[in-house]
């Protein structure tokens, strides 16, 4: 496979959010949309992986970019989730349609990318793009939320510059496939680890996403929840197999404490949109203690989340709500049940926990939506429902799930229907955001050390 | 660890704890700086040997160009999202006549009800 090719969606992308800006020709829109997704299909299904530097430069100067099976999960979510909310709100705003433009070619080169300094300046372009595409529109409640995700995300990157360094002055290198032969010290993967953990939407660390997710317009929530998070968790997926064990044991814990903590927070919240934004906190924190069991694994979730989630934001009618949150539980034949077989494996007692807690707060969802068809989520539920014929069935599993899904679905409504309980308080700082976070992160750092 | 890499970890503490602890946003953003000063201040000292400067091309040795390199990338992107936010804080200003965090937050959250 050449250079070419595989950088050509991140050039296409930019030059059209570039020509967005100055006409608003539809017909331009569309034949963009139809440009990057057969190119970026061509690449999915007809390219093996491959591993090469920009430039023909050699591997300890120049940028390293890597395609592989795990970058395959990665590009496929993010595709399908653009093209379904970019031509879903095809008539929404121009400038709005060019900053789409400009996160898909970011993230696109993220999920290419082996290289640690790469993968800082593609995830700051993400987040950049990000805080313009909540604060837009001048809204008080969402530019206090942008914020808020600005002072986190700022200091978090900080931290992994910081890291960055210690590795380069230790080895000499920033490739993550030259990194991968030495001996790394635990000091400088330890910011790495921490920097990614706050950007990849962990409960407790992510103080940020509850607000940013919740606040913003329907079609941002979507981009944003679906395949934003998952820049952080791209992070984490490509350093994991760097760690010693003691990290490794630790960041799968953190994604335990995660899943967790979001869907207890998730099953005492009210507004639909904060519950599916804790619901992201918990499905992230799974998907990074998948990490655990293979960094493939950990991928899989991560599409199966993405195209459920932002079935889920878009609030559009029962009958989507229905197959993502289905999805997302883990019920065959779609995509959840596949990407939960994996964590079943890995943690047998406590994905049934999760299955239980994930139906318990995802019932609440159905209450004021109507029947209800749109043509541009049937691309989300086909991807959804397309991975059944290429994955095998585990057999006694599916039981255990559906009778555990049953059964939280139930105590879920019961328990609504009968008490109406208030929202948890914010032990963690979860609303105040800056202050308690960074100490948090600081003693962390602390206990690490020692 | 040398004194240099431990003297740019101080900074990027101070930075935090300004951060941390005052209300006022604009002093916040300062926080900020200050700390990726410091994470600038760790990249030009471990990349610096005590050689020669990397633009002379006589000499052998010299000092690594790579780091510096990479530190003005991220000055510039540091930069970017400093003036971003820099606009946010004066457009919340000008609706609420503050600049301080708790007042903003309560009186965000009471317009929202």
Known sequence: MSADILLSPVLLAAFFGTIRVFTRKRWLMWFEIILISTCVSYILFFQSPATFVVGEWSSAVGVEVRYDSTSF??????????????????????????????????????????????????????????????????????????????????????????????????????????????????FALMFVVMALLVKSGIFGLSAWLIDVHSMSETPVSMLLSGVAVNAGLFGMVRIYPLLPQRLKEFVVIVGLFSAFGGGIYAFFEKKPKRVLAFSTTSQMGIAVALLSLSPLASALYAFAHSSAKSLLFSRNGKFSTMIGALSLIGIPPLAGYFAKMNFEEAFPTLSLLVVFLTSMYLVKLFKGLKWKFSPFEFLLEGVLLSSCFFMPFGGASIFKILIVATGGATAGFLIWKKAALPPLKDVFGLEEGIAYQLWALVIMVFVMIV | MNAEVFFSIVIMAIGITIVAIKRDLMVKLIGVGIMETGVTLSFVVLGYNGKLPPLLT?????????????????????????????????????VYHTTDAVKLKKRIKKDER
């Open chain 1, 73 to 186: 999960w990665f590009i496929l979510s993010l595709l399908t989730v653009w093209v379904s909310v970019k031509a879903r709100f095809e008539r929404w705003d121009s400038f709005m349609d060019s900053l789409m433009d400009y996160l898909f070619a970011s993230l696109y080169a993220l999920f290419i990318s082996n290289d640690l300094f790469n993968m800082y300046v593609t995830i700051e372009l993400t987040s950049l793009i990000s805080f313009l595409m909540v604060g837009y529109g001048k809204n008080p409640a969402r530019i206090w939320a942008a914020l808020k995700y600005m002072f986190l995300s700022s200091i978090a990157l900080a931290f992994y510059l910081f890291g960055t360094i210690l590795l380069y002055s230790e080895t000499g290198v920033l490739s993550i496939g030259a990194l991968q032969n030495e001996k790394l010290s635990a």
């Open chain 2, 58 to 94: 006589l000499p052998v040795e010299r000092v690594d160009p790579l780091p510096q390199a990479l530190i003005i990338t991220s000055i510039v992107v540091g930069f970017a999202i400093s003036a971003l936010s820099l606009v946010f804080v004066l457009y919340l200003s000008s």
